[in-house]
């Protein structure tokens, strides 16, 4: 449903909405890479677009229409994904924070995370990311073998990784490193391997997805002409257990499906956004969830950064989507997200948001081990977590 026309111009807070909205966060999409991965489906562009025009303006404006949907804050998290932040100059990330703070008031304590990319990451860029604000940096390793590196069309060595990551180690608050498994010709003993690789540079977070073949991809194309072979599904459950119980006997243990942190952490942008919280999509197609005073919001910006761009310098909002969310919406979005994370959801939360349980399939769920013995609690065992999507879908069925 698209937005009635009376949408308002500036929210003034009011206080009575100000007791039960969930913290604030902004997500800032920068879509550029300096090489396309044949795997990567986000909406990625190629640096030369980044040169083409100057993206400045969009940002700045993008905020300001943000402001207008929700205005109290502060802003507790930003996050900086892509893409390929790293390429972003530290000169905007520093303005951008400043902006958001003279809009929202950014917390004294807020985590500033940037996802970085090992070839835009030397020690110097990564210190003017820090005096630019950065708090949290997240490097994308995906492999430690140089020929999965090859494979997936990486253009930096091992060694620049991890040469990457103990830098940002030495200079960030917090520092995490994303890897993909279950690749094609990978084997357990290898994945083992690699793991302990990862570990042995004393991450305090990782990252650590399964790979998946996407549509509209190089990958996907390879697959269906019969280029390579992934994993079978045995092999992937054995590589996710392995990944769970040696990330855990690490102190690393799984707060979400494929993330992991030692105890204080886990990325409390992604956390606040799993439990439901608050924040902005800004950048070329950027998604956000708000509390605005009709209800809860959910925004789309439009992907073509040009198109993006062209929206809103010439007075649009430069989205493709802006919706209220309907009770149906939500539910599927609290159980969805809700069950990603180890925590699961409280049943008095589910029950509040008058999601209908069907209570006998949910004790059928946990008979067969796959959700935890939780009291007042919705959560999927580790077990679960493999069939996450079964168990969701067998969760909101009618
Ligand atoms: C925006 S990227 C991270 C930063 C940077 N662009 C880079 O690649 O170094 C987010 C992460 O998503 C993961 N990813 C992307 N496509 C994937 C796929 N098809 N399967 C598994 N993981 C994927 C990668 O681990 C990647 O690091
Ligand atoms: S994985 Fe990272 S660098 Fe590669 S295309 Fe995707 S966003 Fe860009």
Redesign the pocket.
């Known amino acids: 449903m698209l937005l009635p026309s009376s949408w308002p111009g500036v929210l003034v807070a009011d206080a009575s909405r100000l007791e039960d909205t969930p913290a604030l966060g902004v997500y800032i999409h920068w879509p550029f890479?300096s090489a396309i991965?044949p795997?990567?489906?986000?909406n990625v562009h190629p640096v030369r677009d980044m040169q083409a025009a100057d993206w400045r303006a969009g940002y700045f404006l993008a905020l300001e229409h943000a402001q207008t949907m929700r205005a109290d804050g502060p802003v507790e998290t930003v996050f900086f994904?892509?893409?390929?932040p790293?390429l972003m100059p530290p000169e905007l990330i520093g303005d951008l924070l400043a902006d958001i703070d003279r809009r929202w008031g950014l917390a004294a304590d807020a985590e500033i995370s940037l996802?970085?990319?090992?070839v835009s990451a030397p020690e110097a860029r990564l210190q003017n990311l820090k005096a630019a604000g950065i708090t949290r940096l997240?490097?994308?390793a995906?492999a430690f073998d140089a020929a999965a590196l090859k494979f997936l069309g990486r253009t930096h060595s091992l060694e620049q990784a991890e040469d990457a990551f103990v830098a940002a180690r030495g200079i960030f608050d917090r520092a995490s490193l994303?890897?993909?498994y279950a690749r094609p010709d990978q084997t357990l003993d290898g994945w083992a391997r690699e793991l302990e690789h990862a570990l042995a540079l004393e991450p305090a977070h990782m990252?650590l997805?399964?790979?998946?073949?996407?549509p509209n991809?190089p990958?996907f194309t390879r697959h269906a002409a019969g280029k390579f072979d992934m994993p079978d599904e045995a092999l992937a459950a054995d590589m996710y257990e392995l990944t769970q119980e040696t990330c855990a006997a690490a102190g690393l243990p799984a707060y979400e499906v494929s993330n992991h942190a030692r105890d204080g952490h886990a990325c409390r942008h992604n956390l606040a956004s799993w439990r439901g919280g608050d924040y902005f999509g800004i950048g070329p197609g950027a998604h956000g969830r708000v509390h605005a005073a009709q209800g809860r919001v959910a925004t789309e910006a439009l992907a073509k950064p040009a198109a993006w761009l062209e929206s809103l310098v010439g007075g649009g909002d430069g989205l493709s989507e802006k919706r209220l969310l309907g009770h149906e919406d939500m539910h599927a979005e609290t159980v969805l997200l809700g069950l990603r994370l180890v925590e699961g959801v409280s049943m008095s939360r589910l029950e509040a948001a008058g999601v209908p349980l069907d209570k006998r399939r949910i004790a059928g769920l946990r008979e067969a081990g796959l959700i935890a013995e939780i009291p007042h609690t919705l959560a999927v065992t580790q077990a679960g977590r493999l069939l996450l999507d079964r168990i969701t879908d067998a969760v909101l069925a009618d």
Do not use: H, K, V
Request: net charge negative; glycine share 12%.
């Open positions: 890479c991965c795997y990567c489906d986000f994904g892509g893409g390929t790293s996802e970085a990319n090992p997240s490097l994308g995906q994303d890897l993909i990252s997805y399964q790979l998946t073949i996407e991809t990958f």
